[in-house]
């Protein structure tokens, strides 16, 4: 068994990272420089941890998820998403990236769970950036995970997203996030505090930005994972929604 994911903030990664640890498993983020055709050939069961986007799977993870498709299809998995409230069938959105095969997807998952998370958009009026929601939000991710690893570990199986209701409020979002998604591609801008420091280049999961003379330059493939407005030490960047943060996300561990 192995582990991969994608985390924009810090969600994923930290359930990804307290799972694996708790199973004694290998984790590897898929931003990583590893040889992954091996990894996965390699493992019997994949799990795959992803923040949820509009109860879509974020762009990188799908690039990354067709780009080994053919190995994936012959593998059992465990699927893990992270939402801010709820997202519908997060979990069993995996199976839709695979077109006239998610039957035989929806049979390969062997466990699916969605873990509520904090809010990183920090830049919202209405999804305030607020501490007691870290802690409590911690807290029941921590005991999630047990049980989940527990469950595993005795052959109980769970399959979080697959009901009528969860796919009902799923397509809710999910048909209109298309357009939220291609419109964001080209949403990133810096205000007048961007000193350059070149912290948004360096660490943007897409290579989306460049450093340029007088500003930083966008490449128009930004996934909207809001790590760049998180870590802006002027808060000067923004993504889709412009308003300036007034306090940054700094990840569930802090």
């Given at each position: 068994m192995v582990t991969v994911y994608f985390s924009g903030t810090g969600n994923s990664k930290y359930i990804s990272q307290r799972f694996s640890a708790l199973m004694g498993i290998e984790c590897h983020s898929i931003e990583e420089e590893i040889d992954f055709r091996q990894l996965l050939r390699n493992t019997d069961v994949i799990v795959f941890c992803y923040p949820i986007y509009g109860s879509s799977v974020p762009r990188i993870m799908r690039e990354f998820v067709s780009q080994?498709?053919?190995?994936?299809?012959?593998?059992?998995?465990?699927?893990?998403?992270?939402?801010?409230?709820?997202?519908?069938?997060?979990?069993?959105?995996?199976?839709?990236?695979?077109?006239?095969?998610?039957?035989?997807?929806?049979r390969q998952v062997i466990y699916a769970e969605h873990f509520q998370m904090p809010n990183n958009i920090c830049n919202f009026f209405l999804f305030p950036i607020r501490e007691r929601e870290r802690i409590r939000k911690k807290k029941a991710a921590d005991k999630k995970v047990e049980l989940v690893c527990h469950n595993i570990q005795n052959g109980i199986t769970k399959k979080r997203g697959w009901n009528i209701c969860s796919t009902a409020l799923g397509k809710l979002q999910n048909t209109s996030f298309p357009k939220i998604e291609s419109k964001g591609r080209s949403s990133f801008s810096a205000d007048k505090d961007c000193i350059l420091c070149g912290l948004c280049v360096k660490n943007c999961p897409m290579h989306n930005l460049q450093l340029g003379k007088k500003r930083v330059i966008q490449k128009n493939n930004c996934i909207l994972c809001y790590r760049c407005v998180n870590i802006c030490p002027k808060k000067a960047a923004t993504v889709f929604i412009k308003s300036k943060p007034k306090r940054q996300y700094k990840g569930i561990t802090r």
């Open positions: 080994y498709q053919n190995i994936i299809k012959k593998k059992k998995l465990i699927i893990f998403c992270t939402q801010m409230v709820f997202s519908g069938d997060g979990a069993k959105a995996f199976t839709r990236l695979f077109p006239g095969s998610e039957r035989k997807m929806k």
